[in-house]
């Protein structure tokens, strides 16, 4: 097991004096010449033979990459990259860690990037330090950082090569990161304090039956939340920072929240409690509804591939599913039975409004009037209802096109990748 970070390096021009300074070793470097100097030391490395660079040599490997900044005029923005590749205590020898180092050098940057990996020794934990220039010495382009690449690249390449030695890998939800102590942590069973966040998640989806009351039974147990942004967000008074619900792990994303809240009434809804199809036969608007939950990947039955295109309504899915009830219990199935459902409706609407302003003439304080309007709310719902159900369908439709039209680029494309390979 490896637990991997990447830290970029913006400066140049800091003293090298930070990294002699015994008291400051467990800190990250500010400048690339403080990294080289900290993955160099042989303190830490404890032998020489755990030292090794690519593309330049370790005695001038601060000097080389600078010529090469110069040579491609780039000495501006992050200036270097550095790596810590941490394995578990006692799983790696000294040896093998750094022949990890240097492949996962090799197949990261392939020969293009002058890098320094070193072996640290100094803890119990065995690990590698990579430094590398952010400026290509080939073609002088630069290297970019994000929390894609790193996915895509360090952690699956250092994840593969774990694999590839035998060496057991982190499991996390989803492309996660997580820290070491935390999954040491969990890995043994032992509380975190995202353990206790969990539990009251559980606690919460238990007793909610909406989106909306599960955020209130948390806030009930002393959680804020911030839920203006892509992804909602919560910490306790004692946090100082908010973490997103999608962080927790597999099965806490909003989502996955949703689904847990809202599944008995879809299997009430579709009668597939015990079964992922629905009971009876579904024609219409039922059977695009049916249709949208299944690509949104909330029923029993999930398909191959869940498209963002629907995927991404799952804030809606209590709206669909009480559009859902809807229809079923009005017996509807297409849009001219909801404009023909709506039609008398409306005009009974205007009788009450009409009988109202009678009454407000004539007995301005009886009871009538409160009927009248109780009567008037619960009608315009169900228009209101009603029309949504017809706009709202279309989008739908829309949606589920583009999920299928995507899948079928997605089926010609590895068709196509299929055959390249047979030749």
């Given amino acids: 097991m490896a637990y991997t970070s990447v830290l970029p390096v913006h400066r140049l021009d800091r003293s090298i004096d930070y990294v002699k300074d015994r008291s400051k070793t467990t800190k990250s470097a500010g400048s690339l010449e403080e990294a080289i100097e900290y993955a160099l030391n042989r303190e830490k490395t404890e032998q020489m033979i755990f030292e090794d660079a690519m593309g330049c040599t370790c005695e001038t490997a601060y000097a080389d990459m600078i010529k090469t900044k110069e040579r491609f005029h780039k000495k501006g923005g992050v200036q270097g ?201 579904l024609t219409g608007l039922q059977k695009l509804y049916y249709s949208y939950l299944y690509r949104m990947g909330v029923l029993k039955q999930k398909p191959k591939r869940i498209s963002y295109a629907v995927r991404s309504d799952i804030r809606k899915l209590d709206v669909r599913i009480r559009q859902m009830e809807f229809l079923q219990k009005e017996e509807i199935t297409t849009r001219e039975e909801l404009i023909a459902y709506r039609k008398p409706l409306e005009e009974q609407v205007l009788v009450r409004m009409k009988e109202r302003r009678a009454l407000y003439r004539k007995e301005p304080g009886c009871e009538r009037i409160q009927e009248i309007n109780a009567e008037l709310t619960e009608l315009r719902q169900k228009i209101r209802l009603s029309l949504q159900i017809e706009k709202q369908s279309l989008e739908m439709e829309e949606r589920l096109r583009r999920a299928e039209e995507q899948e079928r680029m997605e089926e010609k494309s590895g068709k196509s990748k299929q055959k390249e390979r047979n030749r």
């Fill in 81 to 281: 990259y550095h790596l810590v590749q941490s394995f578990a205590e006692g799983e790696v020898s000294p040896e093998l860690a750094h022949l990890i180092g240097q492949e996962l050098a090799d197949q990261l940057l392939k020969g293009q990037f002058e890098v320094v990996i070193t072996t640290h020794l100094n803890t119990r934990h065995y690990h590698n330090h990579l430094v590398w220039n952010s400026v290509s010495m080939e073609d002088g382009h630069k290297y970019h950082s994000n929390s894609k690449s790193y996915f895509t690249e360090v952690r699956q390449i250092s994840d593969q090569l774990c694999r590839k030695y035998g060496l057991s890998v982190i499991q996390t939800n989803q492309g996660k990161a997580m820290h070491y102590a935390q999954w040491k942590a969990e890995a043994e069973g032992k509380p975190t304090w995202r353990t206790a966040i969990r539990m009251d998640i559980r606690e919460a989806i238990g007793v909610s039956f909406s989106w909306s009351q599960f955020v209130r039974e948390m806030e009930k147990r002393g959680y804020t939340w911030k839920l203006n942004r892509k992804y909602p967000a919560l910490k306790t008074p004692e946090m100082e920072r908010y973490i997103r619900l999608r962080s927790l792990g597999k099965g806490y994303g909003e989502a996955e929240i949703r689904e847990k809240i809202l599944r008995p009434k879809i299997q009430k809804l579709y009668g597939i409690a015990s079964t992922p199809f629905p009971k009876k036969k």
